[in-house]
């Protein structure tokens, strides 16, 4: 997974990050745990978990990130 190609992700400085669409200007705030969630699934290091399932969905679904394959075939 990746940030779409419209989306700026800013960590804030108390913890979190802000993502937000350049184009619609939709803007989606995350609390420290779920930026530490979206650090993993960027790195493509994230548990299987339900919950880390929920949040990528929700962010899949929302247009945040977009799904793209590895090219060694792993994800």
Request: glycine share 8%; charged share 25%; hydrophobic share 45%.
């Amino acid at each position: 997974m990746r940030l779409a190609p419209e989306v700026t992700r800013t960590r804030l400085p108390f913890g979190g990050t802000v993502l937000v669409n350049g184009v619609t200007m939709d803007l989606a705030e995350c609390q420290e745990p779920q930026s530490a969630i979206l650090d993993r699934l960027l790195d493509r290091s994230a548990s299987d978990a339900p919950a880390t399932r929920a949040f990528a969905a929700a962010l899949l679904e929302g247009g945040w990130l977009i799904w793209e394959d590895c090219p060694d075939g792993v994800a």
